[in-house]
T-cell receptor
């Protein structure tokens, strides 16, 4: 079925620590995996994405890794800062011929100074 | 300059009323969406249109009726509003894709039914 599981639901770290959020998906045909950040009262915005032809992608302090065999992908944030505090969503498209993105339940990240 | 814009941003209305939310995108995308975000922050797709054609229609009460007059506009009309309809409704758009592509969200419309 259409399912994206995301863990943990909440994550609290000290400024400067790393944060890791993991997602698993059920549709083996999925080949595009975006991560969105949603600040309080704002819209979800794309921060990084990865396609299934690569295993890892990095953009400054954030990186995404993908394991297609195990059907899971992870978001890594290094040297966290208070402005990283937000809700993070993973997503994966499901087959059927359309860009139907199914979102994980979200992870609320709190970075404490 | 806003890429995906929706109105109104805030809407407070009584049960039983009918209301509409309008959305416009200037990104030149072919595909538009409505997502619902409930109080627990779950983001759930409701509908999608590609070039004015309905392509995704999730299990949504038929009180919700989308309409796309052209590929740059997608409206959502809700009849007989219920308390459980209170949520944030996000419009979004993307290039047409069969394999997955970035979707761009509007700022959201906060609907409160009292």
């Amino acid at each position: 079925g259409e399912n994206v599981e995301q863990h943990p639901s909440t994550l609290s770290v000290q400024e400067g620590d790393s944060a890791v959020i993991k997602c698993t998906y059920s549709d083996s045909a999925s080949n595009y995996f975006p991560w969105y950040k949603q600040e309080l009262g704002k819209r979800p915005q794309l921060i990084i994405d990865i396609r299934s032809n690569v295993g890892e992608k990095k953009d400054q302090r954030i990186a995404v890794t993908l394991n297609k065999t195990a059907k899971h992908f992870s978001l890594h944030i290094t040297e966290t800062q208070p402005e990283d505090s937000a809700v993070y969503f993973c997503a994966a498209p499901f087959s059927g011929g359309y860009n139907k993105l199914i979102f994980g339940a979200g992870t609320r990240l709190a970075v404490h100074p | 300059d806003t890429a995906v814009s929706q109105t109104p941003k805030y809407l407070v209305t009584q049960m039983g009323n009918d209301k509409s939310i309008k959305c416009e995108q200037n990104l030149g995308h072919d595909t538009m969406y409505w997502y619902k975000q409930d109080s627990k922050k779950f983001l759930k797709i409701m509908f999608s249109y590609n070039n004015k054609e309905l392509i995704i229609n999730e299990t949504v009460p038929n009180r919700f009726s989308p309409k796309s007059p052209d590929k740059a506009h997608l409206n959502l009309h809700i009849n007989s509003l219920e308390l459980g309809d209170s949520a944030v409704y996000f419009c979004a758009s993307s290039p047409y894709s069969v394999s997955g592509n970035t979707i761009y969200f509007g700022e959201g419309s906060w609907l409160t039914v009292v």
